[in-house]
């Protein structure tokens, strides 16, 4: 088995190379946080319909009405 001599380049990424991946991943992270600010718009009135239901549910099956 051959061991790597201390003198070799292992990293081969250049910084520009480093660069653009972290440009990508900061892009990608914006664009998530503008599809989780336009569905919670959208979406944000559904948690308390949803708890509404439930409750209202629970009620009409302790009266035997479902």
């Known amino acids: ?38 569905f919670g718009f959208i979406f944000g009135f559904a948690g308390p319909l949803v708890g509404l239901v439930i409750i209202v549910l629970i009620v009409l099956w302790l009266l035997d009405r479902i």
Do not use: Q, Y
């Open 1 to 38: 088995m051959r061991l790597p001599s201390p003198d070799t380049d292992r990293a081969a990424l250049e910084v520009e190379d480093l660069l653009k991946i972290i440009l990508v991943l900061v892009a990608i992270l914006l664009v998530l946080e503008v599809l989780d600010a336009v």
